[in-house]
């Protein structure tokens, strides 16, 4: 029994070393950004502010993501796509608003719904309101997930009324731009001579 818990204990060691190891090799020590949220956040479970610590947490999570999980991978492919990035947007504005708010927060204050619908509203602002939301819908209409589970009727329905709001008028417009451009290239100034 107590060779299992030493070999335990010494593979967690081993373990938590390469981590640890791997981890330094990873961060920037000139990026002084992530130590410093890390910090921020560890004196903000300290002193006992929970939504500040949570939502510096998310900060700080979605950060490391973004820049070390590889596109390889299901997460990065998905976070370095349009999709991703809108939702990411939205929750890094979220997350910050959250924790301007829970700066001020008091022992007798905490998060309420008013804050958090107001923190919904900078996140929206963050990712260009109505345009990223039909985007974001439009996205998860075309998932096979939904594809498979929604009924017809309300395949056809989604598809009619994002077929609405979505008017490509002017992406026809700036094809049609980059057409003829493409057709007819501007020449420059012919005459134009080095001195």
Same mark, same amino acid.
């Given at each position: $029994?107590?060779?299992?818990?030493?070999?335990?204990?010494? %593979?967690?060691?081993?373990?938590?070393?390469?981590?640890?190891?791997?981890?330094?090799?990873? %961060?920037?020590?000139?990026?002084?950004?992530?130590?410093?949220?890390?910090?921020? $956040?560890?004196?903000?479970? #300290? =002193?006992?502010?929970?939504?500040? !610590?949570?939502?510096?947490?998310?900060?700080?999570?979605?950060?490391?993501?973004? #820049?070390? &999980?590889?596109?390889?991978? #299901?997460?990065?492919?998905?976070?370095?796509? =349009?999709?991703?990035?809108?939702?990411?947007?939205?929750?890094?504005?979220?997350?910050?608003?959250?924790?301007?708010?829970?700066?001020?927060?008091? =022992?007798?204050?905490? $998060?309420?719904?008013?804050?958090?619908?107001?923190? *919904?509203?900078?996140?929206?602002? !963050?990712?260009?309101?109505? &345009?990223? &939301?039909?985007?974001?819908?439009?996205?998860?209409?075309?998932?096979?997930?939904?594809?498979? #589970?929604?009924? *017809?009727?309300?395949?056809?329905?989604?598809?009619? %009324?994002?077929?609405?709001?979505?008017?490509?008028?002017?992406?026809?417009?700036?094809?049609?731009? =980059?057409?003829?451009?493409?057709?007819?290239?501007?020449?420059?100034?012919?005459?134009?001579?080095?001195?």
């Amino acid at each position: $029994m107590r060779l299992k818990i030493f070999g335990v204990a010494l %593979v967690s060691f081993m373990v938590c070393f390469v981590a640890t190891a791997f981890a330094a090799g990873a %961060v920037n020590p000139a990026d002084e950004s992530i130590g410093e949220l890390a910090r921020q $956040m560890i004196e903000a479970i #300290k =002193d006992g502010k929970g939504w500040l !610590a949570a939502s510096l947490g998310v900060i700080l999570l979605l950060g490391l993501a973004k #820049k070390y &999980v590889p596109a390889s991978w #299901k997460l990065g492919a998905f976070m370095k796509s =349009d999709a991703g990035g809108m939702i990411s947007a939205f929750v890094l504005a979220f997350a910050g608003a959250i924790a301007t708010a829970a700066v001020s927060f008091t =022992d007798g204050s905490g $998060m309420t719904y008013a804050i958090a619908a107001a923190a *919904a509203k900078v996140g929206l602002g !963050a990712i260009g309101g109505f &345009v990223v &939301v039909t985007k974001l819908a439009a996205w998860f209409v075309g998932t096979a997930w939904f594809q498979s #589970k929604a009924p *017809a009727w309300l395949k056809a329905g989604l598809a009619f %009324v994002l077929g609405i709001i979505g008017s490509s008028a002017a992406e026809k417009a700036k094809k049609a731009g =980059d057409a003829a451009v493409a057709a007819n290239p501007p020449q420059g100034h012919g005459t134009f001579t080095d001195v």
